[in-house]
């Protein structure tokens, strides 16, 4: 079975920071660009950030740019997204999603999609 899966989501105070994982099953991530993608209650579904396959381009929201880090380990067909610094606005529901070779904004363009992770930044 193809599947991504999501994890490192919790409860962190502002200021504090969480690392979240996309792991995949069933497919190699080797080959394909892989994004973040958040959801908060009664919003659209919005990119965070994303990641190429070759690693070499990354790009980002403008609200995470300095706060937020992707990176991947193929080795490990894992994708991880080190948020610091976050903010309440950051809460909502975390999803990874993959592609072939390149980003794209367009959730729509994404083959496979992970079940999300919360994250809540409350104090």
């Known amino acids: 079975q193809l599947q991504l899966v999501e994890s490192g989501g919790g409860l962190v105070q502002p200021g504090g920071s969480l690392r979240l994982s996309c792991a995949a099953s069933?497919?190699?991530?080797?080959?394909?660009?892989v994004g973040w993608f958040r959801q908060a209650p009664g919003k659209e579904r919005e990119g965070v950030s994303c990641?190429?396959?070759?690693?070499?381009?990354?790009n980002y929201a403008d609200s995470v740019k300095g706060r937020f880090t992707i990176s991947r380990d193929n080795a490990k067909n894992t994708v991880y997204l080190q948020m610091d610094s976050l903010k309440p606005e950051d809460t909502g529901i975390y999803y990874c999603?993959?592609?072939?070779?390149?980003?794209?904004?367009?959730?729509?363009?994404?083959?496979?999609w992970g079940q999300g992770t919360q994250v809540t930044v409350s104090s």
């Open positions: 069933g497919f190699t991530l080797e080959h394909y660009a």
């Open positions: 999603a993959a592609l072939l070779y390149y980003c794209s904004g367009y959730v729509t363009n994404y083959d496979y």
């Open positions: 990641i190429r396959n070759s690693g070499e381009r990354t």
